[in-house]
């Protein structure tokens, strides 16, 4: 069964640093999505991403976080300077229909010390 | 209030017994997903229900939605140790594609 994936599963910088996380959505997906749970706590919404654009974010996605689906199959989320509040696993997850069931990856593991 | 609150907050029940989870929200929604998680991993998808359908089943789970009550719950029958997982609600409106994640039931089957 196609599944999403992700790379890395676990990340550790430094604050300051940028970082680059990486997934393949489920092939004959159209609709991309990232989250994020910091520890203990709600999964949140971060952005989601239709037709090479971004179709809507949240207020915790500001102006240090980007996305981009560089080829057919990757899909990336780039934090440009890593705050040690960006601790927290990140979710990918994709659809084939914008108010359709996502399908989430196996998330990273960002550590930020 | 927050959108989507499942409760309860922690669950424990035998092995072969049925768990009941219940999840309210705020807003009209376009549809009501269940997802399970174990410790530190991924979201495993376990069922949608559209806010025109009441019921789903879907092997041992059984989902109800009550949009005048803004409710649902999920049902676990037979329960098996492997059954042993956070479970969230997560709502999706029209209009936006963003799911609002509960804070989730942490369900233990005692074997």
């Known amino acids: 069964e196609p599944e999403v994936t992700q790379t890395p599963s676990h990340q550790v910088t430094q604050m300051g640093q940028e970082v680059i996380l990486r997934c393949v959505p489920i092939?004959?997906?159209?609709?991309f999505y990232w989250y994020r749970q910091i520890l203990g706590q709600k999964v949140e919404f971060l952005v989601s991403f239709y037709n090479n654009e971004i179709s809507e974010k949240s207020e915790i996605f500001d102006d240090q976080f980007s996305v981009e689906r560089p080829d057919g199959s990757n899909f990336t989320l780039k934090i440009r300077s890593t705050k040690l509040e960006d601790s927290a696993m990140y979710f990918c997850?994709?659809?084939?229909?914008?108010?359709?069931?996502?399908?989430f990856g196996p998330g990273t593991r960002l550590t930020v010390l | 209030s927050q959108q989507g609150e499942e409760d309860p907050q922690a669950l424990s029940i035998q092995e072969g017994e049925n768990a009941t989870m219940n999840c309210s929200y705020k807003?009209?929604?376009?549809?009501l997903q269940w997802y399970r998680q174990n410790s530190g991993r991924g979201l495993v998808h376990l069922i949608l229900i559209r806010s025109n359908e009441r019921e789903k089943h879907s092997g041992r789970l059984r989902v109800t939605l009550d949009t005048s009550k803004k409710s649902s719950s999920l049902l676990i029958t037979a329960s098996r140790a492997a059954d042993t997982a956070s479970y969230f609600c997560a709502t999706l409106n029209f209009g936006n594609e963003k799911l609002t994640f509960g804070t989730g039931t942490r369900l233990t089957i005692i074997p």
């Open positions: 997850a994709s659809s084939k229909q914008g108010a359709d069931t996502q399908y």
């Open positions: 092939s004959n997906h159209l609709y």
């Open positions: 807003t009209s929604i376009n549809n």
